[in-house]
């Protein structure tokens, strides 16, 4: 889920800079990405599913690593984004480093949008149901869900453990909920849950406190709009994808050999809030150390 803007702590570059010339965000700079990128790893080989309202296509930051992916909606139709969220997303994980917008955190990384939201940012159970059977059926490594249902529903709960069984990464954003609950499916168990954070690692003001495993860059952050602009965002949803890019990254490394996934993410956690783990940043703000 989205917010608008946020009180900026940056100064942050004007939406025409980014037509023009190639900037790195905030967000993954703190992250510490650069330095995967130092050695070649891009993503190159990983599948990820963007399970949103799909994708603009034709922008110019996204590039042929954009497959056609599934509209769950309607079938036999691409998965345009004809709300707009998804291409927000998109952009985080996948923006071309091609001298112009933002440098995507996972480039080389295949990307299948899967389009599980309308066009008025609204999706059915159904819906999200068979988008995770698709992406079962066609071996997708990480799917980011960048939204939160305000209830339990034992039918989405098994589709989730499904794909976790079949051993797909699910990563999924905390509710907006403003000190409330996370909402689902982040509160499941096995799912990666994230919240959202500014420059500063303060919490994101409308995140909810509950259920909470990482955090991300949230406030403030730019990425690919369906215009074929760029646009600046705040909300737990604009952080999950980067924590999708940077599980890619990990993945194409084989980082997890000694360890398992979620291990490895709490060993690279920096510790923001309380000692150890706590309600308002889970395990911490994740970056490679």
Partial sequence: MLTKIQ???????????YETKE?????????????YWSKGITGSGIKIAIMDSGVNFNHPDLSSNIQDGYNAINPNNLPIDDYGHGTLMTGI???????IGIKGIAP???????????EFGEGSFLHIQKGIEWCIDNDIDI???????????????????KALDAGIIIVASVSNSYDGK???????????AVTSVDSNFRKGETASLDDIDFAAPGVDVITTSSDLKYQYVSGTSIATP?????????LQESFFNERDLFEQLKATALDIGEE???SEFGWGFIKIK
């Fill in 7 to 17: 009180n900026s702590y940056l100064s942050l570059p004007t939406i025409q800079e």
């Fill in 93 to 99: 994980v996948g923006s071309k480093h091609n001298g």
């Fill in 242 to 250: 980067h924590i999708t890019g940077m599980i890619a990254l990990m």
């Fill in 108 to 118: 080389d990384s295949q990307i299948y949008p899967v389009k599980v939201l309308d």
């Fill in 182 to 192: 996370s909402g689902f499916p982040a509160s499941y168990d096995g799912v990666i």
């Fill in 23 to 35: 900037f790195l965000s905030w967000g993954i700079e703190k992250m510490n990405i650069p330095f």
């Fill in 143 to 161: 799917i980011n869900m960048s939204f939160a249902l305000p209830t339990d529903h034992a039918d989405l709960k098994s589709s989730i453990k």
């Fill in 276 to 278: 150890g783990y706590d």
